[in-house]
């Protein structure tokens, strides 16, 4: 069956458009409802969401959904998307729901689903709950007296702040560190100055009025020039960003220079392995992690297994398997330690902990190896079927061949969240590199319908 609704990461879409409509959300919450009735207690959901304008729409359309089925609510407001995953065990609730389209703009967002065990739901969970939402019929309902209840819980923030700041070291504090924190005007930013402030910090907040219309614009973890300038203005130590969700980081140095999710692996990688925290010696990461992080680890005697893109797929391997470090270059970084996902504010104190530790410039600590030249490019296509195309595919395969003679390696896939190709590739030539990546957008510039 192929997937209508689900992409890599839950439902994203622009908002009132394709899978995201009350209408169909309305169905997903009712068929993900059944999917996860199980036993005769009562069933408990727990929703939560970012800063977007739409939250407003798509909270009610969940709420009628679950409750018409015979499952509680419990309604959070505006929360990152670790802290639901955080509360579901905290609450023994049966699900989670964070309404967010993440790093994306404004007119986007999304679902992400999270089942008991505060994990994203596999591949095969969301196409039983796509299917029941197909086929929803009014036998699916609870009689009257059998409706779920919705309400509200007030202290949902301070259990996840008190979680946050547990996984600090104890007897240290952070107190003579200057922070600058972007919050992205997204789903942390009340939770993340608090956090900082509380454990002895001096914060310089930024990204902390959403409008509802502002999250992600110009800010956070996928547009860093505001963090980086007001490191240098405010001769800050360290600045952190987290996006929309909170459930990624991008670091700046003191210097103003970016410390991306690979360098914060690494980081966290040897750290560990020097105080024989690092299970198996091994990290996880995917298929977009620079080859020079790889390379890096291989010096330290650490194995990185790369899995495809997404931090669900990350989190299933580290399970799996017991690690408990992984993460993307994007800046999802999972310490299944401590939480089941990808955590910004949670690793951004893993990090503080070592920079306050090593008493060293944060360039200096988090710069631990040099790059190989990458590069990412993106396609926005009108056929869903273009990289099936002949041609196509004979251009990918030249481009590919060229880099992987030169010690480079190429990688075309979809987006499961925008209607986009990311063509994105390695080399230490960067001149090859950039013509292979111009080669493929042009081919596929021509090829598209």
């Known amino acids: 069956m192929t997937r209508k609704i689900f992409g890599t990461d839950g439902i994203r879409s622009l908002v009132n458009r394709g899978p995201l409509t009350p209408g169909t959300i309305l169905n997903v919450a009712q068929a993900t409802g059944l999917q996860f009735m199980r036993g005769d207690h009562r069933h408990l959901v727990i929703i939560a969401k970012d800063t977007r304008l739409s939250g407003y729409m798509l909270?009610?359309?969940?709420?009628?959904?679950?409750?018409?089925?015979?499952?509680?609510?419990?309604?959070?407001?505006?929360?990152?998307?670790?802290?639901v995953s955080m509360l579901i065990r905290s609450l023994r609730a049966d699900l989670g729901i964070m309404i967010s389209a993440s790093h994306n703009p404004a007119d986007d967002n999304g679902i992400k689903i999270f089942g008991p065990d505060g994990q994203k739901l596999p591949d095969?969970?969301?196409?039983?709950?796509?299917?029941?939402?197909?086929s929803l019929t009014e036998t699916d309902l609870v009689i009257p007296s059998k409706l779920g209840r919705a309400r509200r819980l007030d202290d949902a923030p301070g259990r996840y702040i008190e979680h946050v700041k547990s996984t600090f070291p104890k007897g240290k504090t952070l107190q003579g560190l200057k922070i600058?924190?972007?919050?992205?005007?997204?789903?942390?930013?009340?939770?993340?100055?608090?956090?900082?402030?509380?454990?002895?910090a001096e914060i310089i907040p930024i990204g902390i009025h959403p409008d509802g219309r502002n999250i992600n614009q110009?800010?956070?973890?996928t547009s860093t020039d505001a963090l980086q300038k007001s490191v240098v203005d405010n001769k800050a130590d360290i600045g952190i960003a987290l996006d929309g969700d909170a459930d990624r980081i991008i670091v700046s140095d003191e210097k103003g220079h970016i410390v991306d999710g690979d360098q914060l692996i690494a980081t966290l990688a040897c750290h560990w392995q020097e105080n024989d925290k690092l299970n198996h010696n091994t990290v996880v990461t995917t298929l977009m992690s620079n080859i020079g992080l790889e390379n890096y680890l291989a010096t330290k005697g650490i194995k990185m297994i790369r899995t495809q893109v997404g931090d669900r797929y990350v989190s299933a391997e580290m399970l799996n398997n017991n690690y408990n470090l992984g993460g993307e270059q994007s800046g999802h970084i999972i310490l299944s330690d401590y939480g089941t996902t990808g955590d910004g504010l949670l690793a951004g104190l893993q990090i503080l902990s070592i920079l306050v530790e090593s008493r060293q410039p944060a360039s200096k600590v988090l710069q631990k190896f040099k790059a190989v030249p990458q590069s990412l490019k993106n396609y926005r296509f009108k056929d869903q079927t273009l990289l099936e195309n002949s041609i196509v595919k004979n251009c990918m395969d030249v481009a590919e061949k060229k880099l992987t003679d030169a010690g480079g390696r190429l990688l075309i896939r979809k987006s499961g969240t925008e209607p986009l190709v990311r063509v994105m590739?390695?080399?230490?030539?960067?001149?090859?590199?950039?013509?292979?990546i111009d080669d493929v957008i042009q081919c596929l510039e021509k090829t598209d319908k």
């Open 180 to 200: 600058v924190i972007d919050c992205a005007n997204g789903a942390a930013y009340k939770i993340a100055p608090t956090v900082l402030w509380e454990l002895g």
């Open 124 to 134: 095969s969970v969301e196409k039983d709950i796509e299917a029941k939402a197909d």
């Open 59 to 83: 909270e009610p359309a969940l709420t009628a959904g679950f409750t018409s089925v015979g499952m509680d609510v419990i309604l959070v407001g505006p929360m990152p998307t670790p802290a």
């Open 425 to 436: 590739a390695e080399c230490e030539d960067a001149d090859l590199l950039n013509t292979a």
């Open 218 to 221: 110009n800010c956070g973890a």
